[in-house]
Structure formats: C-alpha cells, structure tokens
C-alpha cells in the first residue's frame, strides 16, 4: 500500500533505478567538519563530467540545484562525492529533498550500510520535512522491493522521534510477508511499533499470523486468532481466510469446521478472496453444507463467483446429490452471464438418474433448452438402468429428430436390449440406426455379441467377433469376459482359447474368474500344456490369475499323471507369491508322496494348517495316507492337534490311521492318546487296530527320544523346492 504525504514535495516525482557501484562507502558525518576519504571512493569513471558538475554547482549551490545534480548523475560514487562536496561548502546547509536524493541512491543500489549512515544524520539534523520524506522513502523502497532498506529508515525514523502512523508499519509487514522473510525481521518491525506506542489493527495482527505460519509457527498462530479481541481487535474476512486455509493444510479439519463456525456467528462481511479461497478447500474435503452456506453469503452480499468457484462447487454438489443446491447453483451461475461448462450438465443428468427422478431430468432438458448429446446419452443410461425402456425408446426418437443422436446413443438402448436378451428389438433398433445415417460401430457388435451369448447362440456370437477381429476392432471388457464364459459353458474351450490369443495379442485383459474358467476348460480337454502357454501370454496382457487357476492346473496334470511337472508349477507359485488354496495343498501333498519327497509332503501339510485351511474329512484320510505310507505321521502330530482343537475334521477312519501308523513308528503313547479320544466319542477300532493292541498294554509309556512335532526347517525345504523347481524348467 502506498504512503500517503501530508503536503506534497519537490522530491516526489518519478526516477530512475541506479545500478549499484561495486565501491565500498563508509558512513560519513554530514557536518560541516566532515572529511573526504578518496581511498574509499575511487575516481568516478567520468571525471571531466564530475568536474562539470562542480564548475557549474561552485556559482549556483543550492539545494534544489544539488538535488537536480544528484537525480542526473548515474554513478554512485560520484553523487556521494558530490554530496560531500556540498556539505563542505560555506553557507549551505542540506535540506530534506538533498538528504532523500543520496538516501535514495544508496537504498536502491543496495548499499545499506552507507544508506543508513546518511539516513541517522538525516534524522539527527532534523531539517524541515525530514518526517515526510522518511516516510516516502519507506514507500518507495516497498514499492522497489527494498524490504530491509525501508526497514532501517523506520528504525532511523522512529528512533529520532519521528511519528509513525499504524499504515506505514503494516506496509512494512506486509512487505516482508510477501517476500518471505525471516520472522526475525517481522519482530524487529513490530517492536518498533510497540516502542512508538502504535496500536495494531486487525491488519498488522493478520500479517503477524501469516508470518508465524509462514515461519512453521503454527499454535503461536492460533494463539495470536484467539487472543485478537483482547488487543481491541475483530477477526475479518482476511483473518478467517488464513487460519481456515492453514487448518486445512495441516488436515486438522475439525477444528477449521469450528473456525467457520465462529465467522458464521460473528456475521463478518467476507470479500472475495475469502470465497475464492475457502469454498474450493470445503468441496476438496467433501464438505457441501458448508460450501453451499458460503456460496448463498456470496450472492447475498452482491460478490460475483467466477467460474472456478461454480465449478467446483458444482462437482461437490453432484458428489453428493445435492440436486436442489446444484441447480440454484447452475441458474445463479447462467444468471451472472457464466457459461457453465458441458461436463457439468453431464453431472447434473447423473444426480437426477442416481435420485431417479427420470422425468425431472427431461424437465430440466427441456426447460434450460440445453442440446448437449452427453447429456441426454446420461439420461438415456438412466432409463435403461430404472427400465424404464418405453421413455429411452421415445427419447432416442427425440434426439435422432432433433439431430442429437449419435452412435453412442443408439449404443446405450441396443446394448440393454442385448443383455436382456431381447434380440428381435435390437434388430429393428438396428435398422433404424442405419436409417439415421449412425454406423454400427465396435461398442455395437460388443453389444451384440453379449446379446447372442444370453439367448445361448455362441455360434453366431463368434460370426460377429469374427467381423470385429477383421476390422481390428476390440471387444469391451465386459463383452469379452461374457464371451469367454458363455463359450467355456458350452464346452468351446479352444474357441475361447483363440479369443483369448487375439485379445491378449493386442494388450487386453480378462477378468480373473473368467481366465480361470477357461484354463478349466482347456485342462479338461486334455491340452494343460497349452493352459500353461496361457498363463505366461495373461501375464504379459496384465490378466491376474490366482492359486485356484495354479489349482487347476495341477489337477489336470495329475490327471495326465505328469506329477513331475507338478514342481515347476510350485516353482513358479513361490517365485510369484502365490497363496496355495485347499486344493493346490492337497494335489501337492499327494504328489510329493508318488515322489518319494517326504519332508516336502510333511512340510506342505503343516502350512495348509498353520493357514487355517481344513480338508475335509474324506480328503484328511487321502493326506494321512499319503504321509502314512512313509511312516512320518509323527512329524505332523503339532498340525493333527491344532485340526482337533479347532475343528471336527477327523472322522474314525483318520482317527484309526493315527493310531496305527503311529503304533508302528513306535509312537504308541501317542497312538495310545488317540485311542482314548476314539473310545470317549463312542467309536469302535477298526480291525486292523484293534488286532495291532491285542495283547499290548496300551497305558505303557513309550521310552522314545523328544521330538518337537514340527520342527522342520521350513526355509531351507522351501528353498529347496524352488531351487529344485526351477532346475526343472
């Protein structure tokens, strides 16, 4: 802000910025007495020019002479030799004009220190005017972004006495918030002002907020808002708007909520930077009610939005359907002459579709005479999703009339007749497509291939994708993974295998389930090596397939009894940080026991328990077996007490292959343990346990080494595994 002077002076009129002299100025005394240094000033580069002046300034020395001189003379050194020259001189004395000159010169060159010498002996010969012209300094170094220049004259100026108004200090702590100064700097301001005895207004305590937050200060910030009214202060529009605004930045969004709160009851009057500011923060954080309030206190105060703050206030609305603010919102904002943009229309269609309320929506079409097509496609979705069919029909009629359709429009109705499976509609809906000068496009033939698939007609569903694949066209994901599962159901395996090769060969993915059903399909037919050809092209068109598709596949190798693959496979599990379900422990477990791989079968079943992953009871008795027939139930007995704590897994055909494989390991106080638990639930050994305990005494303990149940080296098994794995490949 600029300084006002009370009475106007011969120095304030417009002039130039000097280039600071590299030479180094020492503080002189401007007395009388004062004495020239040339070590300090070197010759000025134009001598002659120099003397010119003193020739002509010998005959006519005074001030406004010197001061004429000085504002045409370009080097620094030169104006501060001539300054001193003049002060030299019998009968002249400088004046405030003379003084503001050469303090001028040094403060815009830089040369503080120098500025400073003359600006202390400006105030200390207190020549009339010396008040003003201070204060014009102060303002023009402000103006020429010589923050620490105007700085030092208000310490001069205050410390001879001078008065200084509030508005000067608030230029001058403005300023330094502006250009990001140390708060030191701020204080030094401010304690000036307190010396002088100068009362703050809101507006210097505003800056001094901005300059703590700006110095990471932030509760000493909030402490200055709160304790504002003890020092005869109101908050205004400016102060909200920075400690909202610094709440915000901090996410400490509850208590910018309250601040908002205490502007609504203090009933301020908020200007535009405060809306601009504060209605963008509440819709980024998802806060309508609050932006919408704002928004309502800008009209009625007679503040004009732009169209940011509509626009976002519009897209916060829409977020949240709030559709009666949203239109007054749209009606304010064409009524201020504010274009809104097309997408906005878009949204407000989505609002009234979300509420259901179809028929307010062609209202609202109608009645703000909007033609944007995206508009009406919205609407168009709209019916079809509350089936309201006969409404789309007759709006499609509408648009193609009125030339609002275009192929997406038609697109919208085919693709919901499609997937209801109403085939004889789309035909007709077809024709007309055609008749409206609209070409069928790739969403089309997608719809139409969805269509096919739910009226079971896969063959002719692949005569379409077979036009799409001519035209190098792509079917949408959607249509692709109904596709791909209509063909699997229909036991069209390799037909799905070779929309997967031409879609995967172009980057597209396939939903996971819809990937797994077809490596099912394919694995039934025999072909799982080709299924696995299929995962290495899903991974590299970015389909996901999980341990259920891995499932499968070993499923259909031991089918084929290639067990041997099956650790190439588990490689390639642990190489991905694949989670084994049920059924890939299972098939592992059973291969690892056709393989001789014992402590890879008792490592795998002590995993799938320790993940909480309980076969059931016929596939328990498979697992035992599998462990049994290698005499190494013993080394899972940790696993078979955590199913029995948790579950009731173990039937008396699991609990009989415990009790004699562990008898015949030598385990008998074990086995013996087991039997307990069979007879107290009222079950009868089989045959072959109970001939294995005839004439054994089944409460004799056991001398046997103690073995910890689970004690494996699961690392170094599973590194094995891999190492062993991928040795395979």
Known sequence: MALKL??????????????????????????KTIELHPENHPDPPSLSEYELNIQSLKTKLVPDNLARVLDNTDDLSSAVKLFKWASLQKRFTHTAETYFKIVLKLGLAGNVKEMEGFCHHMVKDRCPGVGEALLELIDVFVRHGRVSEAVRVLVNMTAGGYRVSVETFNVLLGALVKEKRDFRDMVLVYKEMVKAG????????????????????FESALDQYRRMRKKGCSPNSRTFEIIIQALFAKDRMDEAVVVLSEMFELDCQLDLSFYTCIIPLLCRENKPAEGIRLFKMMRASDVM??????????QCLCKNLYLVDLIKVLEDMIETGLTPPSHVFVDVMNVFCTLGKIDDALKFLEDKHIRETSAYNVLLEGCCNTGTITIAKDLLVEMSERNLADCNSWNILIRWLCENAR??????????????????DCATYSALVVGNCRISNHRKALDIFQHVRAKYWLLDPTSYSEFVNGLCLEKMAREAADVFYYMSSNGCSLQSSSFNMLIKGICETGKVIEAIRLLKLAYYSGTFYTSSTYSTILIGLSRLDKTKEHMIILSKMLVEGCNFDLDAYCILIQSMSEQNRVKECVLLFSMMVSKGLEPDSERLV????????HSQLHRILGSIHNLIRNSEVLNSTAYNILIHGLWKEGYKHDASRFL????????????????????????????RKSLDYDTIS????????????????
């Open 676 to 703: 307990d638990m069979i007879l107290e639930k009222g079950w009868v050994p089989d045959a072959k346990t109970h001939a294995l305990l005839i004439g054994s005494a089944v409460s004799d303990e056991v001398d």
């Open 714 to 729: 699961g690392q170094d098994t599973v590194s094995n595994i891999l190492a062993e794995g991928l040795d395979a490949t």
């Open 305 to 314: 939005p732009d169209s940011r703050i509509c626009g976002v206030l519009l």
């Open 198 to 217: 100068v009362l703050p207004t809101v507006e210097t305590l505003n800056y001094l907020i901005e300059g703590l937050l700006e110095s990471d200060r």
């Open 6 to 31: 009370r009475r106007p002076l011969a120095f304030s009129k417009r002039f130039p910025i000097w280039v600071a002299s590299t030479a180094y100025l020492s503080s002189i005394s401007c007395a």
């Open 622 to 629: 498979s697992l035992l077996s599998c462990i049994d027939k």
């Open 423 to 440: 085939i004889r509609e789309v035909f007709e809906l077809l024709g007309r497509m055609v008749v409206s000068f609209s070409i069928p």
